[in-house]
């Protein structure tokens, strides 16, 4: 399939001028300024607070509830070239009679910050000039695991309200095609839209389309073609607070339009606002469920594994409605 189109015809797409060096730099400082919690403790989870909580549950009305996830990918694609390996590591072998207890046991290994499986970063994952988030020295980094900043961070998991911007539904296209753009005026303009508003706490959800292109046209080499956000959508998530952004893709555009960064929202998200990161996470299952009920917000539940020393964390995000 080509390049998606609007009901007249034309192509639509964004397209942003590269952004040189002093740009971005420019861009990181002013997010750090505002980050919720520059000292690097828990990073924009401060922003989650009872309050925030107590408010999200009363996004609760049908009681539905839906995984953000998608299903862990074990065969290899151009995606996905070390898939999560599972096996089982006992197969009982039962009377002939059928009687008896058995057990069967397995074993699954997976590389977290892949192209296919949906996953959680951890503030220690990104290190920008020597450090990682607030400050904190990438020395913190050992080879028996981080030593601060992991995703244990999140181990009393993040509850909050959940919004999801649809952007391809704010284009009247199926999905952003690779190398594409959302702008923080396409957040502003989706709001608009859907009519829900991004608020301080909320854990905010972008869709791309990503998913859905996969499934329709078969994956791709997504570690060097793929949409995402501009650099400058991350001033939206700044001046939001929001707490934790989630997407069907990398959240990240390839090629990067940072000259010298090739992970431009990944640095200005994780590093300079201390934002939690789920990448490659599904809304197709999600996304009939909030026209349906003609909203798009809702309580979210995520629950990173508890791994104390770890950099991310395979993750199901339930959104409950």
Sequence with gaps: MGTPTRPDGRPHRNRHPMQSRIEFRALYERLRAQAVDPSGGRGALAAITPETVRAAATEVRSGRTVTLAAPVETRPGPDNPHPAGHRLTSRPEPAADGTGLHFATDHFGMHVHGDADSHLDALCHVVYDGTLHGGVPAATLTIDGATALSVDLAGNGIVGRGVLLDIPRLREVPWLEPGDHVSADDLVAAEHAQQVHVGPGDLLFVRVGHRRRRTETGP??????RAGLHPNAMEFLAARRVAALGGDGNNDTAPSVTDGVDFPVHVLAVHALGLHLLDYLQFEDLVPLCER????????????LRLPAATGSPVNPIAIL
Excluded: G, N, T
Excluded at 220 to 225: C, G, I, K, P
């Design 293 to 304: 009920e003609r909203r798009w917000s809702f309580l979210c539940v995520v629950a990173p």
């Design 220 to 225: 791709w080499d997504a570690a060097h073609s």
